[in-house]
């Protein structure tokens, strides 16, 4: 009886705001000219979350009102409570995770692993995914995009063979370094950016598109500003800002679809490794982004904040699973490059490679990260639960050969 009480007061509610929202559309405009990714322009006060067939996008509370529930997991609506004018052919269904079920997360600092199995549909298996350079890649592609391993696999050999074809003059001393100066990264820019825009789209956002269909799996991508070198992610969700304490990154989300990033510039921006490519550029806000790997290499850091923040029902608990796939490490000497005749510590070219190195050097130590993470979050706990050091799962084969370059496309 009291759930009943209680059901029946939230839908009466519901019906009074709607008659509201309909006076005041009518009073300032058709609701279709008004779109918010910060605020939900149904209830003016939680955080957006699903994006439906309009473009409109409603938080998780709106979504459970105004739709009607078919499941454990998921709610359909056949229309908008911004313009209730209009019916939709198909309703639209949308996933909801229960409160306090279990967080499974997945981040990726390089490609995945064959041993995963091709045809393996991860995305079913993971609510976040988080990814860093390469890894970021292949993030967008199997949450957003809902690729397979095997596409990701396949879109990635071409990119990386695309992408990192030489530039002019590539092996002639001297007139390789002066094509690098001239244009300012050692791979064609403009080429990647085509191929990216191919693959994911060359206008369909990141967060609050017109999707083909509900998003299930969040994604977050790392990147770095080129001003300030400060951590930073880019995601298709909205979660509320962190006060407590610091993060070592910041969630930068535009306030609408105008200024929002889009799935390729996301791509570009995590993978513009200095100085392979040149920094990524955004048109509306003149922001410059570079290489997430300059600071989450290997993004289980990112991952273990962003599973607490989005999903603040699962307290201090451990994740289901957490999964962190690298690209392998190698015990032999990574060869030397010879300085070459005529190179100077006070050339500047080289000197633009060697701060690059020693930036991408100190940051890229994935297994000391995983190292430290583990000993902070997994063994500690682990002392009074066996149990919990099962769900923390590193994934890094040794290779049989050194670590190849990062343009190393034979490889």
Not at 33 to 48: A, G, Q, T, V
Not at 361 to 376: T, V
């Amino acid at each position: 009886m009291c759930n009943t009480g209680v059901s029946s007061y939230i839908d009466l509610v519901s019906s009074l705001h709607l008659r509201e929202l309909r006076k005041f559309y009518v009073n300032v405009g058709p609701a279709r000219i008004f779109k918010s990714h910060e605020m939900c322009l149904s209830c003016l006060r939680e955080l957006p979350e699903h994006t439906i067939v309009c473009g409109h996008v409603l938080c998780n509370a709106c979504v459970l009102s105004f739709g009607e529930k078919t499941g454990p997991t998921m709610v359909t609506m056949s229309q908008c409570p911004l313009h209730l004018d209009k019916e939709w052919v198909d309703k639209w269904r949308i996933n909801i995770k229960p409160r306090h079920a279990g967080v499974r997360v997945m981040c990726l600092d390089g490609h995945l692993q064959k041993q995963l199995g091709k045809d393996l549909p991860l995305t079913k298996f993971f609510d976040l995914i988080v990814g860093t350079s390469a890894g970021g890649i292949i993030a967008l592609g199997l949450g957003v995009e809902s690729w397979s391993v095997d596409e990701c696999m396949s879109s990635f050999r071409e990119l990386c063979s695309e992408a990192l074809r030489p530039r002019e003059f590539r092996g002639v001393f001297g007139l390789r370094q002066l094509a690098t100066y001239n244009h300012g990264s050692i791979n064609r820019t403009k080429l990647f950016e085509g191929l990216l825009q191919s693959k994911f789209g060359p206008e369909n956002l990141l967060f609050g598109g017109t999707p083909g269909g509900e998003i299930a799996t969040k994604v977050a991508i790392t990147s770095t500003t080129s001003v300030g070198h400060r951590a930073v992610i880019f995601t298709n969700y909205n979660r509320p800002d962190e006060t407590e304490y610091k993060l070592p990154y910041k969630l930068q989300r535009a306030p609408g679809p105008e200024t929002e990033l889009k799935l390729w510039d996301v791509a570009r921006e995590t993978s513009a490794a200095p100085p392979y490519f040149k920094p990524f550029k955004k048109k509306e806000t003149k922001e410059s982004f570079e290489d997430g790997g300059l600071h989450h290499n290997c993004p289980v850091w990112v991952a273990h904040h962003e599973s607490k923040l989005i999903w603040d029902d699962g307290g201090s608990g451990s994740p289901d699973v957490l999964l962190s796939i690298g690209t392998g490490e190698s015990k032999h000497q990574v060869p030397q490059r010879t300085k070459g005749r005529g190179s100077s510590e006070n050339n500047l070219l080289r000197r633009l490679f060697r701060t690059a190195k020693d930036r991408i050097d100190e940051a890229l130590s994935c297994p000391r990260i995983w190292q430290e993470f583990s000993r902070e979050n997994v063994q500690a706990q682990s002392r009074t639960s066996f149990d919990h050091r099962q769900r923390y799962i590193r994934i890094n084969p040794e290779l049989e050969q050194a670590v190849p370059g990062l343009d190393d496309v034979t490889s």
